[in-house]
């Protein structure tokens, strides 16, 4: 059987009925094909082209959209509990603790070089606003609360009530009045920004933001368009922070094929979706048959289990408060890719010549240790990345501002 060509919307519609046919009735589905990172497509059969780039992008956004709308609190909260039955050595909150951390050293950094200088701080994704406490929680280890009152903070998130909410809960104006710590003696301004889809991007202001940060967010948009926006909001010698989980779970049809076996797929319907993608049982030793994969065969077998777990523990709640389990993770070489011919400088060496990276080592952390989740800090590039090949030279010059 040959693999199903998708060039059009029509093609997906006709591939994801393929697929949510031969999986419906388990307790974790699998949902679209294009909830895969775009980099991993043509090995599901997508054609990439400039030509269906921006419908497959809007249709993906759709899909997404869908499943957060379809979450409940009980979804979120056995989610929770199987990622901490799942054994992962970290969570979100400790990225979040990184972010923080990072943003902090990059601001003293810019500050000192500016002492009157006023500072704009972006969150995108901000959710419940657990990112920006983090921000906060790390001026307040610093002692840095004067540079707290040079701050204005921006919180960016496509849930309105979400973001409402976390900022009534950073500046005290919630249920329990208590507000950030930071707020008890200093000034701190925090504003929101939301929107019913992802173009609540196209808010930002061209140049307005110093620091734009996100945790765990960026994994749900599959093309690297939204890196423009980014940068365009950033200001000349501006910094991208981002926290974000980097698996390649998703990458081949045989890794799926294994996930749906351990989720307990019929073996009828398991040989029909290998038969669907032309693979065979053992096609993901294959996968790995590179040098250096001992990471990411690791990274990949905990995140296998991890999704296991949320689909044992979904079978307590009702069929459609489930949740589903495609993501646009990468590994981290794709989305450094992404930055660099998005006109992101992400070379160390480079970056010393930044104000903002002065004594900072290291720009990309790693928060777990086989590098599922890292931290990285990426400043604006000089010039926009050349559109003839959308690259950037990896010694490229910072702007003179910077």
Known sequence: MEMLRVRTIEDVVILDGFVQGITRGLSYPTGSLLKISAHYLPNFGFELSDDNQA?????????????????????????????????????????????????VELLM???????????????IGSGDGETTSAVLDA?????AFELAERCEFMLVEPSGENAWNAVNSLKGNGKDKKGHRINKEHKVSITMVSGTNH???????????????????????????????????????????????????????????????DLGIDKVKLGEFRSLFNCSEGDEKKVYAGEDMRDEIITNYR??????????????????????????????????????????????????????FGGIKNNVRDVDPYGAAKVGAFAKAAKPPAAANGGQDKKQKLRAAA
């Not at 054994?87 to 990225?95: C, E, I, T």
């Not at 950094?109 to 969150?123: E, G, I, P, S, W």
Request: hydrophobic content about 40%.
């Open 303 to 356: 995140m296998k289990h991890y999704i296991v777990g949320i689909g044992n523990a979904f079978l307590t709640i009702p069929e459609e408060n489930r949740d589903e389990f495609l993501e646009g993770h990468c590994a981290f070489k794709d989305r450094k890719e992404d930055l660099e011919k998005k006109g992101f400088v992400t070379d160390s060496e480079a970056l010393g010549e930044h104000p903002a």
């Open 199 to 261: 173009d609540f991007l196209g808010r930002l202001n061209e140049g307005e933001s110093d620091i734009i940060y996100s945790n765990a967010v960026f994994h749900h948009m599959i093309f690297p368009t939204y890196l423009d926006t980014l940068r365009e909001g950033l200001a000349a010698d501006g910094v991208l922070v981002i926290g974000d989980w980097y698996t390649t779970i998703f990458k081949h049809p045989a890794l799926i094929a294994e996930i749906l076996e």
């Open 55 to 103: 419908g497959f992008e809007a249709l993906s956004l759709k899909k997404y959209f869908e499943g957060w709308e379809r979450a409940a609190k009980v979804t979120l909260d056995t989610i929770k509990e199987a990622t901490r039955k799942a054994g992962f050595p970290v969570d979100n909150s400790h990225l979040n603790v990184e972010v923080g951390k990072i943003v």
């Open 139 to 143: 001026i307040c280890n610093e002692g």
């Open 109 to 123: 950094n810019l500050a000192k070089a500016d002492k009157t200088r006023q500072f704009f701080l972006t969150d």
